[in-house]
């Protein structure tokens, strides 16, 4: 069993940065993938990030390349998601979800996810 906890989200003009963490306890840490997911009112909930078991490797979505920036630590058993360049179109509540398997893509697919961190941008 994993339990994840995010953290770091909030109020941000557009433009601005958040950096929204991840804490993971129950497994060893690197056994799983993290991704992130937003969740906006009346939108699905698509995978943004996603960073392997070593951060080696990640993904982006379109919308968030070049913006967005994942990370982890293993020894701290945290996944990170820094947020650039915020725009009113990123609010959303974001959540982090592990995979074990490595091989999954939409927000079902994942084993394990928190409840999430809202952010919205706004002035």
């Known amino acids: 069993q994993v339990q994840l906890v995010e953290s770091g989200g909030g109020l941000v003009q557009p433009g601005g940065s958040l950096r929204l963490s991840c804490l993971a306890s129950?497994?060893?840490?690197?056994?799983?993938?993290i991704g992130w997911f937003p969740q906006a009112p009346g939108k699905e909930r698509d995978l943004i990030a996603m960073?392997?078991?070593?951060?080696?490797?990640?993904y982006y979505s379109d919308p968030v390349k070049g913006r967005f920036t994942a990370s982890r630590d293993n020894t701290k058993n945290m996944a990170y998601l820094q947020m650039n360049s915020l725009i009113p179109e990123d609010t959303a509540i974001y959540s982090c979800?592990?995979?074990?398997?490595?091989?999954?893509?939409?927000?079902?697919?994942?084993?394990?996810w928190g409840r999430g961190t809202p952010v919205t941008v706004s002035t």
């Open positions: 129950g497994r060893a840490f690197s056994d799983y993938v």
């Open positions: 979800a592990a995979d074990i398997l490595g091989t999954a893509h939409t927000w079902d697919e994942y084993d394990y």
């Open positions: 960073i392997s078991w070593d951060g080696d490797s990640t």
